[in-house]
C-alpha cells in the first residue's frame, strides 16, 4: 500500500503558486467594476470563487496524504458517473447493472492503492466490460440492448478509468521523481490542464475569430486553441524542472500532450451535450456548471500524460 510522505518544498513552493494566482485572480472583478461599471462580472466572480474552494480542497488532500488524494479522486469519479447518467436515458431493467457500474469505482481506486499496475490498467476495459453486458442480459430486455451497454461503458471509461490514471501519478515510485513524487506530478498535471482551459478561453477572447468546431463548441477558435497549448507548453517547461523528472524538452512534450489532449476532451464532451440539447451538465459548481463541465480536459489529458510520463521514466 502506498504510505503518506510529508509535502516537499517543491510542492508547497507551487501551491504558493496557485493560490497567489488565485488572489490576483479575485481581485480581477474589482478591477474591471470599476473600469467598466456597466458590465456584468458575476459569472466571472462566481468561476472564481468557486476555484478557491476547488482549490483549498485539492490542496488538502495533496498535503494531508495519499489516501485522501485517492479518496478525493474516487468521489470526483462517483459524482461525475452519477452526473453522467442523470443526463442518459437509461433503461428500467438497466437499474441492477448500475449498482455494479458504481461498485467498480471503489474497487478500480484499490488497485491504485496497492500500486497494482496490472490490474489497475485492465480491470475496467476488459472485465467490467465483459462482465456489465452479460449481467444486463439476464434482465431479458434486448430493445436498446446495444445503446444501454455502449453509454454505460464510455460513462465508465471516460468518467472512471481515465481519471484513475490521474490518481495512479499517486501510486509511482516516489525515488523516480526527486521534486515532489507522486503530489508534485499529480499538482503538475491538474493545474496544467486547467490552466489551459482558461488560457484557451482568454486567447479566443482576445484574438479569436476563425471557429475550430462551430457546430459544437462555437466559443473555441483557433487562435484560442493555439495561443492557449503555446502559453501551456512554456509554463510545462518553466514547472516541469520544478516538479517532475521530465528534461526540458520531455516538459515541452508534455505541455503540448496537455494542451491538445485538454482542448479534445472539452470538445468531445460539448459533443455529448449537444446530443442531449443542454448547455451545461449541471449547477454544482457556481460559474462553471457540472462535474462534466470541468473534468472533461482532464478526462484525456490525465491517461494521455500518464502513460507519456511512464513511458520515459518508469
Given at each position: 500500500?502506498?504510505?503518506?510522505?510529508?509535502?516537499?518544498?517543491?510542492?508547497?513552493?507551487?501551491?504558493?503558486?496557485?493560490?497567489?494566482?488565485?488572489?490576483?485572480?479575485?481581485?480581477?472583478?474589482?478591477?474591471?467594476?470599476?473600469?467598466?461599471?456597466?458590465?456584468?462580472?458575476?459569472?466571472?466572480?462566481?468561476?472564481?470563487?468557486?476555484?478557491?474552494?476547488?482549490?483549498?480542497?485539492?490542496?488538502?488532500?495533496?498535503?494531508?496524504?495519499?489516501?485522501?488524494?485517492?479518496?478525493?479522486?474516487?468521489?470526483?469519479?462517483?459524482?461525475?458517473?452519477?452526473?453522467?447518467?442523470?443526463?442518459?436515458?437509461?433503461?428500467?431493467?438497466?437499474?441492477?447493472?448500475?449498482?455494479?457500474?458504481?461498485?467498480?469505482?471503489?474497487?478500480?481506486?484499490?488497485?491504485?492503492?496497492?500500486?497494482?499496475?496490472?490490474?489497475?490498467?485492465?480491470?475496467?476495459?476488459?472485465?467490467?466490460?465483459?462482465?456489465?453486458?452479460?449481467?444486463?442480459?439476464?434482465?431479458?430486455?434486448?430493445?436498446?440492448?446495444?445503446?444501454?451497454?455502449?453509454?454505460?461503458?464510455?460513462?465508465?471509461?471516460?468518467?472512471?478509468?481515465?481519471?484513475?490514471?490521474?490518481?495512479?501519478?499517486?501510486?509511482?515510485?516516489?525515488?523516480?521523481?526527486p521534486n515532489g513524487g507522486g503530489?508534485?506530478?499529480?499538482?503538475?498535471?491538474?493545474?496544467l490542464t486547467e490552466f489551459n482551459?482558461?488560457?484557451?478561453?482568454?486567447?479566443?477572447?482576445?484574438?479569436?475569430?476563425?471557429?475550430?468546431?462551430?457546430?459544437?463548441?462555437?466559443?473555441?477558435?483557433?487562435?484560442?486553441?493555439?495561443?492557449?497549448?503555446?502559453?501551456?507548453?512554456?509554463?510545462?517547461?518553466?514547472?516541469?524542472?520544478?516538479?517532475?523528472?521530465?528534461?526540458?524538452?520531455?516538459?515541452?512534450?508534455?505541455?503540448?500532450?496537455?494542451?491538445?489532449?485538454?482542448?479534445?476532451?472539452?470538445?468531445?464532451?460539448?459533443?455529448?451535450?449537444?446530443?442531449?440539447?443542454?448547455?451545461?451538465?449541471?449547477?454544482?459548481?457556481?460559474?462553471?456548471?457540472?462535474?462534466?463541465?470541468?473534468?472533461?480536459?482532464?478526462?484525456?489529458?490525465?491517461?494521455?500524460?500518464?502513460?507519456?510520463?511512464?513511458?520515459?521514466?518508469?
Amino acid at each position: 500500500m502506498i504510505a503518506a510522505v510529508e509535502p516537499s518544498p517543491s510542492l508547497l513552493y507551487a501551491l504558493g503558486g496557485v493560490f497567489a494566482i488565485l488572489v490576483i485572480a479575485s481581485i480581477v472583478p474589482t478591477v474591471l467594476r470599476r473600469w467598466r461599471p456597466r458590465g456584468d462580472y458575476t459569472e466571472l466572480s462566481q468561476r472564481v470563487r468557486t476555484w478557491w474552494i476547488m482549490a483549498c480542497v485539492f490542496a488538502l488532500a495533496l498535503v494531508v496524504g495519499r489516501v485522501a488524494s485517492l479518496v478525493l479522486f474516487g468521489f470526483l469519479s462517483f459524482l461525475a458517473l452519477k452526473e453522467y447518467l442523470s443526463l442518459i436515458p437509461t433503461r428500467r431493467a438497466d437499474r441492477r447493472a448500475l449498482f455494479w457500474a458504481y461498485l467498480a469505482i471503489p474497487v478500480q481506486y484499490v488497485w491504485v492503492g496497492m500500486e497494482w499496475y496490472g490490474m489497475f490498467i485492465i480491470f475496467i476495459p476488459v472485465y467490467v466490460f465483459l462482465f456489465l453486458p452479460m449481467r444486463m442480459m439476464l434482465s431479458g430486455e434486448t430493445k436498446g440492448f446495444l445503446r444501454a451497454t455502449g453509454t454505460l461503458h464510455w460513462g465508465l471509461m471516460t468518467m472512471v478509468f481515465s481519471l484513475s490514471h490521474a490518481a495512479y501519478l499517486l501510486a509511482l515510485p516516489g525515488e523516480k521523481n526527486p521534486n515532489g513524487g507522486g503530489a508534485a506530478l499529480l499538482l503538475f498535471l491538474v493545474f496544467l490542464t486547467e490552466f489551459n482551459d482558461v488560457a484557451q478561453y482568454v486567447w479566443g477572447k482576445l484574438f479569436g475569430r476563425r471557429k475550430v468546431v462551430p457546430s459544437i463548441s462555437p466559443g473555441k477558435t483557433w487562435a484560442g486553441l493555439v495561443g492557449g497549448v503555446l502559453t501551456t507548453t512554456a509554463l510545462a517547461t518553466l514547472l516541469g524542472g520544478l516538479l517532475t523528472p521530465l528534461t526540458r524538452v520531455q516538459s515541452v512534450g508534455a505541455g503540448l500532450i496537455i494542451g491538445l489532449a485538454g482542448f479534445a476532451g472539452d470538445v468531445v464532451v460539448s459533443s455529448l451535450k449537444r446530443d442531449l440539447g443542454i448547455k451545461d451538465s449541471g449547477t454544482m459548481l457556481p460559474g462553471h456548471g457540472g462535474i462534466l463541465d470541468r473534468i472533461d480536459s482532464l478526462s484525456y489529458a490525465a491517461p494521455l500524460f500518464f502513460h507519456y510520463l511512464y513511458y520515459l521514466h518508469y
